[in-house]
């Protein structure tokens, strides 16, 4: 198998875009979950966007905190 730095670096890049799309997957199921209590209609009430707007950025925020703490962020 090829162990070169460029494949290394590729691989890391596709875990990294995969961890980023499970991510994004769990935030929108959370979120709808919490903030969604009826049958959606064609548009969110302002009480609903406001919860989306508030648990997305909670979830966003912790989500970098973790990856500040495992050491992707500098």
Known sequence: MDNSPEL????????????ISEMVGKLTNECWDKCITGAPGS????????????????????????LEVIGFRS
């Open 8 to 19: 290394q670096r590729f691989l890391e890049q596709e875990k990294h875009k995969a961890m």
């Open 43 to 66: 548009k969110f009430s302002s009480s609903e966007s406001a919860c989306l707007t508030n648990c997305a950025q909670r979830c966003i925020i912790t989500f970098l905190e973790a």
